[in-house]
């Protein structure tokens, strides 16, 4: 029986000393307040882009066709001719439709041909936004007669982010702030930052030669157009800490 005593007398020790540790307790959270801040910037357009066209009708696909490609080709040239490259102009869209007479489907017959009209888009974009305007009135002086608009834009867009994300965060922490002193409580730490929707990039649109006829196009002066500026807007919302 004696040999059971130290056993005995060491599983006592033990229970005795884990009954005396203290019970973990919950780690008090801090309180918070959640916000968001905007930030905006301004800059000035670096890039510029148009769209115009030629569009022909003719009796025949190949008369509508052939004319409209001559005077294509004339826009083509004179935009070289001002300086405009390869890479600055592209072909965006080209279609054929036929002219229909519906008005004979009244005596059970097909529609009539009367002809063919013949479409050729081109958008030309550059970076020398000072160029817009005349590049603009050279194709409407060569032979376009139909334009979609022209857009401004800035070419990198990390353009302004620095300073558009710092204003957000600025925004959000006076915000808080505000809120603080309103509640007796002072502001402590950002325990969290995120940041919110994309940069927007919203596009100024120019004035554009709209539609015009080229036949009676005559030697004027450029085209009047307005870059504008372009206003990146940011988001953040911050998780502070409440004192």
């Known amino acids: 029986m ?3 005593l130290p056993t005995l007398a060491l599983t006592l020790l033990a229970t005795s000393t884990f009954a ?6 919950d780690v008090a959270m801090p309180e918070t307040i959640s916000v968001t801040g905007t930030g905006r910037t301004s800059l000035t357009p670096d890039r510029f882009s148009f769209s115009v066209g030629v569009q022909t009708v003719a009796p025949t696909v190949e008369q509508a066709v052939n004319e409209n490609n001559t005077r294509v080709q004339n826009v083509i040239a004179a935009l070289k ?5 390869d890479r600055d102009i592209r072909t965006s869209n080209f279609s054929i439709y036929p002219q229909q007479d519906y008005r004979s489907q009244e005596q059970g017959r097909l529609p009539q041909i009367l002809g063919y009209q013949v479409s050729n888009n081109i958008t030309v974009t550059s970076k020398d936004v000072t160029v817009a305007g005349r590049w603009l009135q050279l194709g409407v002086s060569s032979g376009v007669n139909t334009s979609t608009g022209i857009q401004f834009e ?3 867009p990390a353009a302004g982010r620095d300073t558009g994300m710092r204003a957000a965060y600025n925004d959000a922490r006076a915000k808080a702030t505000l809120l603080a002193q309103a509640a007796g409580r002072t502001l402590g730490r950002a325990l969290s930052i995120t940041e919110g929707t994309q940069p927007t990039y919203p596009m100024p649109m120019g004035r554009t030669a709209g539609y015009a006829k080229a036949e009676a196009a005559m030697a004027v002066s450029d085209v009047p ?4 500026a372009t206003e990146l807007t940011f988001t953040v919302s911050v998780v502070f800490e409440l004192r």
């Open 2 to 4: 004696k040999r059971f």
């Open 20 to 25: 005396q540790s203290p019970a973990p307790r």
């Open 81 to 85: 001719k001002a300086g405009a490259t």
């Open 154 to 156: 800035v070419s990198d």
């Open 225 to 228: 157009v307005e870059s504008g």
